[in-house]
T-cell receptor
Framework: DQQVKQNSPSLSVQEGRISILNCDYT??????FLWYKKYPAEGPTFLIS?????DKNEDGRFTVFLNKSAKHLSLHIVPSQPGDSAVYFC????????????FGQGTTLQVKP | DSGVTQTPKHLITATGQRVTLRCSPR?????VYWYQQSLDQGLQFLIQ???????AKGNILERFSAQQFPDLHSELNLSSLELGDSALYFC???????????????FGQGTRLTVV
């Protein structure tokens, strides 16, 4: 049962344009959501997060939007840069007494110069 | 550099063998998590330890076990290895036992296990 889904395995955008990565979840108990970026041969790196009590969180070029009624979140990168090319993972936490994360399958972003 | 150290980086072993993966968390972090990433899959949560005690368990096989030592480093033991256990194994650490603002998990570079 895939509780966190990233339905687009890959995305290609032009440098300077907006990149939008999407993520859907099924468990309404999730209360914290994160995005991680992963380069080849490296571990995932934390990018940005959002609590379920918010609908938007912004950090520089990165903005995460949360639509609880649709159980959907998205990551916007504006403007996209070639260095943003990586695999992006969406993750969710069920809260409570554990920090375990449920990850999506990842979306490979390619930003073309 | 996340501050989380995993050794070894690569491991090749035969079916039926046993291996131990090691993780040193970031200084000050009390939680250690283990995740498995198989080919083209997302990261699957295996187990969490907090300050030496098991905190949460995921879909960890009975052939796998883990522990966190008094110095907070952790080891993941994989035994009776099968071809399907070939994967990237990531360790992560965080300061708290829950997930929330300023408690994000930081990941090591992973150990690539190949079972032949």
């Amino acid at each position: 049962d895939q509780q966190v889904k990233q339905n687009s395995p890959s995305l290609s955008v032009q440098e300077g344009r907006i990149s939008i990565l999407n993520c859907d979840y099924t468990n309404s108990m999730f209360d914290y959501f994160l995005w991680y970026k992963k380069y080849p041969a490296e571990g995932p790196t934390f990018l940005i997060s959002i609590s379920s009590i918010k609908d938007k969180n912004e950090d520089g070029r990165f903005t995460v939007f949360l639509n609880k009624s649709a159980k959907h979140l998205s990551l916007h990168i504006v403007p996209s840069q070639p260095g943003d090319s990586a695999v992006y993972f969406c993750a969710a936490s069920g809260g409570g007494n554990t920090g375990k994360l449920i990850f999506g399958q990842g979306t490979t972003l390619q930003v073309k110069p | 550099d996340s501050g989380v150290t995993q050794t070894p980086k690569h491991l090749i072993t035969a079916t039926g063998q046993r291996v131990t993966l090691r993780c040193s968390p970031r200084s000050g972090d009390l939680s250690v998590y283990w995740y498995q990433q198989s080919l083209d899959q997302g990261l699957q949560f295996l187990i969490q330890y907090y300050n030496g005690e098991e905190r949460a368990k995921g879909n960890i096989l009975e052939r796998f076990s883990a522990q966190q030592f008094p110095d907070l480093h952790s080891e993941l033991n994989l035994s009776s290895l099968e071809l399907g256990d070939s994967a990237l194994y990531f360790c992560a650490s965080s300061v708290a036992h829950w997930a929330g603002a300023n408690t994000e998990a930081f990941f090591g570079q992973g150990t690539r296990l190949t079972v032949v």
